[in-house]
């Protein structure tokens, strides 16, 4: 089957877009069959896993990539703290959007609202604060790169 991906080049997954007016990341989530329980409900640690997937495509789209920090500067993120409101389910077969803002960012740390929408319908909203370092497992300081795509984007965390 022809996929209109030009030969030599891998069809790349989406790594989300940003939304200007109001600084958010948004990723698409398909919910799929692993992602729920018995009943066809998502279950609650996968909401994590799908806002950890749109923080990764969020540092994408400033031209960095996770692991090649750790290859190359021995620095990476980790969540610190994290509070979670599961206020509606999410089901097989739904199309989901994260939506990541960054609300503070900090010599070594950040922190992220995350929301996980059906159409127009909050499901989850998860509140992060993510730390930067170093192969020993102590802070480091934020790459400089990354601090100034960010902080022209910060913006209060939604109430």
């Not at 030599?8 to 069959?33: I, K, L, M, N």
């Not at 802070?139 to 022209?152: K, N, T, V, Y």
Request: with cysteine; charged share 25%; glycine share 6%.
């Amino acid at each position: 089957m022809d996929s209109g991906t030009p030969p030599g080049q891998a069809r790349a997954p989406t790594s989300g877009w940003a939304v200007e007016a109001d600084h958010r990341h948004v990723f698409p989530v398909r919910v799929y069959y692993e992602d729920t329980d018995a009943e066809g409900i998502v279950y609650y640690v996968n909401y994590l896993k799908f806002a950890e997937r749109a923080r990764t495509e969020m540092l994408r789209l400033t031209g960095r990539e996770q692991f090649a920090m750790l290859q190359e500067e021995g620095i990476g993120f980790t969540v610190r703290s994290c509070t979670a409101d599961y206020l509606s389910p999410a089901r097989l077969d739904d199309t989901l959007e994260v939506h990541s803002t960054v609300n503070e960012v900090q010599g070594a740390s950040m922190r992220m609202s995350q929301r996980i929408w059906r159409d127009d319908r909050l499901l989850c909203d998860l509140r992060f604060r993510i730390a930067v370092m170093n192969r020993e497992g102590r802070p480091a300081r934020m790459p400089i790169d990354i601090r100034s795509a960010l902080e022209p984007h910060v913006v209060p965390p939604p109430s």
